[in-house]
Structure formats: structure tokens, C-alpha cells
């Protein structure tokens, strides 16, 4: 048995082209989806993120503006430019790229960004709004993941959930998304004491830890979905995932690879919680 691939550039171009179609539509009504991107310091990684979010916009037709800020801008300095995009009616997403300098509190920047432009979902208010159930902005390589989902037609309804990871930006919203959609989902992390006999009786498996090979074909149970949103380097320098995709690729039903399954899902779900911001500011 080899697992079927869910392809998560194949996804990110249809939803892309439908973020497309719902921008040009609001365009004709006098209103540009806009994101304003905030970059502080010179931190490469978040430089290639945030390359990679402007021109998702850009192809999209949504409006982007990057701000980019040395490394020794103060927190008060920062705030008052989310204070201010707040109060931007041209703007509807506001992200602030992480990791901070250590000398700003980022949990206070995230906190002082509008829920109602809280594109990323980090705000507390987001966070209370998926746990009850109520209208607001997921987090978007959860939301992704769901998005993966959905487009193989999988009904979680009654199924057995794990979740590796406990982070706030993915292992918990992911926990809630499932258990939104009726599957009982156990939450594992590293304090879990067996991890293997908790995997084994998945039917899909959610692997975010960030850490190489932590889910193993023995592991998996067969059929089973996978969806490995780990982001990490082998000893040949190549980009992998947090699954050992050659071991489990022969025991799961559906897989995603790395690069190319959750990784491209996380910034088009950005585009769509942007342009669902921007409606929601025209009243459409």
C-alpha cells in the first residue's frame, strides 16, 4: 500500500484563483483587500516569509505593504505603527512577522493588533472565538490543514484525532478545529508517556512539533491520514517534515509531503482570511 499524496501546491493554486475572483469582485464594489506586512529585524528566515506573502498578494490581486524596521526598534515605536495601521481603512490584515527581538514583548504587539484585522489569528479574541464556536480568524496553517481535509473529502465525524504539538499557533487551534467537525482528539506533547500507543489508534495523525522522524511507520496505524506540518533539515541539508515519509508513506492512506503539502496552505490561508477581513469591513 502507498498513501495518496495531498497536494498542497495543487490546493493552493485553485484557492489562490478563487481569493482572485473574490478580490476583483469587491474591487468593482470600490474596495482592495489590503495587508500590511511588518518586519522587524534581519532575521533570514522571516525575510524569505515575508518575501513570499507580499507576492502571494501581489498574484492574488490584494494590496500589500511591507514595512520593514531595524532590529533595535523600541516596543512603543511598534505599537504605535499596529496603533496606526489599526486606524488605516485601506488596510485589513495586519501581520507582524515573528520572531521579535527579544526586548519587545510579542504577546503585548499581537494583543494591540484589531481582532478584526487579526489576519494571522494569534489575538486573544481569536483564540476565544475558536473555542466557542463563534465567528473570527483561525490561525492559518491549521486552517490549512482543515482545508486538506475537506478537499479529499474526509468526514471526521466519529474519528479518532492525535495531535503532536501543543503550540498555540498549532497544536491547540488544530485541536479545536477537529473537534469542531464532531472527531474526539487526544492531544499528545512531549511529556506524553507512550506516544506510539496513542498514534496507533489514529485515524489521522497531525504532526507538529518540529522535530525530525517523530512519527515512524510502526507507528501509523494503516489507512491512516497524515498531515505533517513540521518544517526541518536532514543530514543532507534537503527541507523534511516531522514524518519519516518514506517509512509511513507505505502504511497511510493519505499523506502530505515536505515541501509542498502544509507549507504553501499556510500563506493562502493568510490571503483568505485577509480578503475575508476586508469583506467583512464592506459589508459584503
Known amino acids: 500500500m502507498t498513501a495518496q499524496l495531498i497536494d498542497g501546491n495543487a490546493l493552493s493554486r485553485q484557492l489562490r484563483t478563487e481569493v482572485a475572483q473574490r478580490a476583483a469582485a469587491l474591487k ?52 504605535a505603527r499596529v496603533e496606526a495601521l489599526n486606524n488605516d481603512p485601506a488596510i ?44 473570527g480568524f483561525w490561525p492559518c496553517t491549521p486552517y490549512g490543514c482543515m482545508k486538506m481535509l475537506e478537499s479529499i473529502g474526509y468526514d471526521l465525524r466519529g474519528k479518532h484525532a492525535v495531535v503532536i504539538g501543543r503550540s ?9 478545529m477537529l473537534l469542531q467537525k464532531d472527531a474526539t482528539v487526544t492531544i499528545c506533547h512531549s511529556r506524553t508517556a507512550d506516544l506510539k500507543a496513542q498514534t496507533l489508534q489514529a485515524d489521522v ?26 518544517m526541518n533539515r536532514n543530514d543532507e541539508g534537503k527541507l523534511c517534515g516531522d514524518v519519516d515519509f ?14 509542498g503539502g502544509v507549507g504553501p496552505m499556510t500563506i493562502t490561508m493568510l490571503l483568505v482570511n485577509t480578503l475575508e477581513a476586508a469583506e467583512r469591513a464592506a459589508g459584503a
Open 92 to 135: 485589513h490584515g495586519i501581520l507582524v512577522q515573528l520572531p521579535l527581538p527579544a526586548h519587545i514583548d510579542a504577546q503585548k504587539v499581537i494583543e494591540a493588533i484589531s481582532p478584526a484585522k487579526d489576519v494571522d489569528g494569534f489575538h486573544i479574541a481569536s483564540a476565544g472565538a475558536l473555542m466557542t464556536g463563534m465567528p
Open 28 to 79: 468593482t464594489r470600490g474596495t482592495t483587500p489590503g495587508l500590511a506586512v511588518v518586519l522587524v529585524g534581519d532575521n533570514p528566515a522571516s525575510q524569505v516569509y515575508v518575501r513570499n506573502k507580499v507576492k502571494a498578494c501581489e498574484d492574488s490581486g490584494l494590496h500589500s505593504v511591507l514595512e520593514k524596521y531595524d532590529a533595535d526598534m523600541s516596543e512603543a515605536a511598534l505599537l
Open 168 to 176: 498555540n499557533i498549532v497544536g491547540k487551534p488544530m485541536a479545536l
Open 246 to 259: 518514506e517509512g509511513v508513506k507505505s502504511v497511510a492512506g493519505w499523506i502530505t509531503p515536505v515541501p
Open 205 to 230: 495523525i497531525v504532526a507538529a512539533v518540529g522535530k525530525r522522524n517523530v512519527l515512524t511507520a510502526d507507528m501509523v496505524k494503516p489507512g491512516a491520514v497524515v498531515l505533517d506540518v513540521g
